[in-house]
């Protein structure tokens, strides 16, 4: 989605090169560039691909109008609010729009088209995913869908290893809390605020020779000290999370989504060939 806005954003800049042509964006030893000159640019950069792009989307629209399909507007509504979500508060959201050239309006209407877009994709090709076409996705994947073994995990980072080796000194020999001593010593600013704590860390996620060191501990045990990045780490295991294989109940319905996901995005471009093909179109140049 950020793509797109700042995609509308510098279209926002070509529109504007025909009203201020001769403002400076900057000077390069005294000699300017000019708006107008950045506005060519990119005009001859993005033009032709997003022209084409534009009529692929008048024409998968014209289509929705002519299949009669329409968009959820609870869904758009839901994306709408997924993204605001994602801003502090409601005014941080509109300004960050705003900076683009956009508005809410502006954006739940891009929401409203993507989601028609795929109706109309869904209907025009009679798309449709299957239990049993996730079923047989699942039975074929089902080693990459069980969850992995996962450890609640601590971590105390300092620079040195003397640091680090007068860390495991006092959690070892004097039995220091892991946690204050992490809020006290490690040089990271979030293990400080944090206490430590990075949360539930899945198999396969840490580099292979920190990973063996870690997950052969057991639960309340501290490493050894680790060599980390830039610096050294004393890391301690809060509580292992056993692996657990996949259960089909618990995931057909995510798979059936990401299945006519996949089928959605094959299909589309075939569909708007296909509409190009039999569509009167002129460039008007």
């Known amino acids: 989605m950020k793509r797109t806005i700042f995609a509308a954003a510098l279209m926002a800049l070509c529109a ?5 042509a001769d403002k400076e964006l900057a000077l390069v030893n005294g000699q300017k560039i000019a708006r107008e000159e950045l506005t060519k640019k990119l005009w001859w950069q993005y033009a032709a691909q997003g022209l084409s792009e534009l ?5 998968l629209l014209q289509e929705a109008a002519r299949l009669g399909v329409k968009p959820d507007q609870k869904e758009a509504e839901g994306r709408f609010n997924n993204l605001a979500a994602g801003y502090p508060d409601k005014a941080q959201f509109e300004t960050n729009l705003k900076s683009v050239g956009w508005s809410a309006a502006d954006l739940r209407d891009l929401i409203s088209r993507q989601l028609t877009i795929r109706a109309a994709v869904i209907a025009a090709k ?31 980072f300092v620079n040195t290893k003397a640091e680090a ?17 992490s809020g006290i010593k490690s040089t990271d600013a979030n293990l400080r605020k944090n206490n430590g704590s990075l949360g539930y860390i899945s198999k396969g996620m840490l580099l292979p ?24 780490s004393v890391f301690m295991v809060e509580e292992r999370k056993p692996g657990q294989d996949a259960s ?3 995931v057909k319905e995510d798979l059936k989504i990401a299945l006519l996901n996949q ?17 009167k179109i002129e460039v008007i140049k």
Do not use: C, H, M, W
């Not at 504007?16 to 201020?20: K, L, R």
């Not at 009529?55 to 024409?59: A, G, M, P, S, T």
């Open 165 to 181: 080796d007068d860390v495991y000194e006092l959690l070892t020999s004097v039995g220091a809390d892991f946690a204050k001593l």
């Open 248 to 250: 089909f109940d618990k």
């Open 55 to 59: 009529i692929d989307e008048r024409l």
């Open 209 to 232: 020779e920190i990973e063996k060191e870690i997950f052969a501990l057991k639960a309340g045990q501290y490493s050894k000290v680790l060599q980390t990045g830039n610096g050294f």
């Open 126 to 156: 009679q798309l449709a995913v299957t239990d049993a076409d996730a079923r047989d996705f699942f039975d074929k994947n089902k080693e990459r869908l069980a969850a992995p073994e996962s450890l609640k995990l601590s971590q105390i």
């Open 263 to 279: 089928a959605i995005t094959k299909a589309l471009p075939e569909l708007a060939a296909e509409l190009r093909q039999k569509a």
């Open 16 to 20: 504007g090169g025909v009203y201020a």
